[in-house]
């Protein structure tokens, strides 16, 4: 009985280490995918490892980034939102129509208005069409999946509709109408960095302290990880979750506006199947498709993998083709890992 003790004793040491090595390579998957992905093309070509083309990969990552946090905020409720991609397709071409003068017929005037009407108006916009989804969502019960497959399909329509099909272009103003400025948020840099990178670092810090540091925070994690309990405690689980949907809404109208201000132009395809990068920002970054468990800080680093994963492709002349082989494969690896981790969690 003894050397059994012993023996089991020993042994219990080793298992512990190999448990908080095993539960430290889950839990930082997301980076340690990243440094790999940074090295390994840094070792594929000289040109990827720089300053430069860092700040330009992360410009691009911008855009998903917005949308991935707005999507996070959503899989925490217990939800999922398909419409962000539309969404931000909408609100482009949004500001695009008011950038470019709304007529009034009855007045016999086309009215100009400045830049920053143009932003409250499409953030506005965008958290309606998110709050529509939310209605939809917590009073009449539609499952989320086809309450937003609905709103991806309006958004588009109606973006098609406003464009007849066509783009808005030349959207830097005119200073004789005093709208100009629309581009700052495309190519201006602050410091040397993008104003789309510094915008969504704001947006991630915001979002970090809304889920650490305010009550609505710990509404949203208990809410997502069981409604019906939530609930039985007093959380006002159907406004959490039509704020929740606002927020991607609004996220969404962010990431709209920083594109179009990069293109200098709105078109009602863009932002086409960008709700699936989103999903894969999330998930990547270690986030539960059940609900309740993810970070901002995974997210990010989530949407960091895919971006940096997808232009180091296009740096060594994969084909394009291939880059979508190869970000379905993160995906599901990605989904494995998290079964695994919380897999684990849930028999424990």
Not at 144 to 171: I, Q
Request: net charge positive; proline share 3%; charged share 10%.
């Amino acid at each position: 009985m003894t050397d059994t003790t012993t023996s089991a004793a020993g042994r219990s040491p080793a298992k512990k280490s190999s448990f908080n090595l095993m539960h430290l390579l889950l839990e930082g998957r997301a980076f340690f995918a990243l440094i790999v992905i940074i090295v390994t093309f840094s070792l594929l070509s000289p040109n990827y490892a720089t300053v430069s083309n860092f700040l330009i990969m992360a410009n691009h990552v911008a855009i998903f980034g917005l949308l991935a946090i707005g999507m996070l905020l959503v899989i925490l409720n217990g939800g999922i939102d398909l419409s962000v991609g539309s969404v931000l397709g909408l609100t482009g071409v949004f500001a695009g129509f008011l950038m470019q003068g709304v007529e009034l017929e009855s007045a016999g005037v086309i009215l100009y208005p400045p830049v920053w009407a143009v932003v409250v108006l499409t953030l506005a916009l965008g958290a309606f069409v998110g709050f529509c989804n939310g209605i939809l969502v917590a009073f009449f019960k539609v499952p989320a999946f086809v309450a937003t497959l609905g709103s991806l399909y309006v958004a588009r329509g109606v973006a098609l509709l406003m464009t007849n099909g066509l783009t808005f272009n030349n959207l830097s103003g005119d200073p004789s109408f005093g709208n100009t400025g629309f581009d700052w948020l495309g190519f201006n840099r602050i410091a040397g960095v993008p104003v789309g990178v510094i915008i969504l670092a704001l947006v991630a810090v915001a979002a970090g302290l809304l889920l650490s540091r305010t009550a609505f925070g710990r509404w949203l994690y208990s809410s997502g990880g069981n409604e019906r309990a939530a609930e039985l405690s007093g959380v006002p689980v159907k406004r959490v979750q039509i704020i929740v949907y606002m927020l991607s809404g609004m996220c969404a109208a962010i990431a709209g506006l920083v594109l179009s201000s990069q293109l200098t132009s709105a078109g009602p395809t863009a932002g086409t199947t960008y709700e699936l990068t989103a999903i894969a920002a999330v998930v990547v970054g270690g986030a539960s498709l059940m609900g309740g468990r993810g970070t901002v800080r995974g997210t990010l680093l989530g949407a960091f993998v895919i971006g940096f994963l997808s232009d180091g492709l296009v740096i060594i002349g994969v084909s394009s083709y291939w880059q979508t082989v190869f970000t379905g494969a993160v995906i599901v690896l990605a989904v494995m890992l998290n079964s695994i981790q919380y897999g684990g969690k849930k028999k424990t």
